[in-house]
Structure formats: C-alpha cells, structure tokens
C-alpha cells in the first residue's frame, strides 16, 4: 500500500507565496520521479513540475522563474515552493510519484489534491 499525501494549500493574495509538500509512504522500494500537476475548475490536469531520481528538473511555462520543485529523498518528500503568485494559479494540486514497491510492481500514484486559491 502506497500513499501519497499532500499538505500546505490554503487561500492567499495575489503576489504572494505557498509551499505546498507531500509525503510517499508505504511499501516503497524506489521512487524514479515525483511531479505536482493542477487541476483549475472546468480545465484539463496539467502538469507544473517533475524533478527525477538523478535531479533532472521541468517546469510548465506558464509558471517557470516563479516556482522551484525539490525533493527531501530520505523523507520521500517532494516540495513546490510558489512564489508571485497569480489567480490563475488557483487550482487543486496534485503531487503524484512513478515508483515501485516492495512487491515490484511500477505504477504512478497520485495524492488526494491540496486546493490553491489565490485572490486578486
């Protein structure tokens, strides 16, 4: 059992900052890579952010200079720090993980979502 669990959303003005952190916990025997995806009401998931085991980092345009992913390996914990941040930014986020288990099985898991609203 794997579960993903993201934390640190909340309601913020324009301009300012959120970081948002979620936790891989379980029957974990590796992590490949971690990323943050969003969901804004009425549009299509899209991805923000993928960092991979050797560190290779990718951002969205729509957000690139205003947001940094890192990872804490020992903890299998993956951040998105956000900064200058817009309205249309508002959205649920998601963190998701490819990795694989103790019992060898790769798949992608995906966390509850964390809601980002930002007010003009």
């Known amino acids: 059992q794997v579960q993903l669990v993201e934390s640190g959303g909340g309601l913020v003005q324009a301009g300012g900052s959120l970081r948002l952190s979620c936790a891989a916990s379980g029957s974990i025997l590796s992590i490949n890579d971690m990323g943050w995806h969003r969901q804004a009401p009425g549009k299509q998931r899209e991805l923000v952010a993928t960092i991979t085991r050797d560190g290779r980092i990718s951002y969205a345009d729509s957000v690139k200079g205003r947001v940094t992913i890192s990872t804490d390996t020992a903890k299998n914990t993956v951040y998105l720090q956000m900064n200058s941040l817009k309205p249309e930014d508002t959205a649920v986020y998601y963190c998701?993980?490819?990795?694989?288990?103790?019992?060898?099985?790769?798949?992608?898991?995906w966390g509850q979502g964390t809601q980002v609203t930002v007010s003009s």
């Open positions: 998701d993980a490819h990795l694989q288990t103790m019992t060898g099985v790769r798949s992608y898991y």
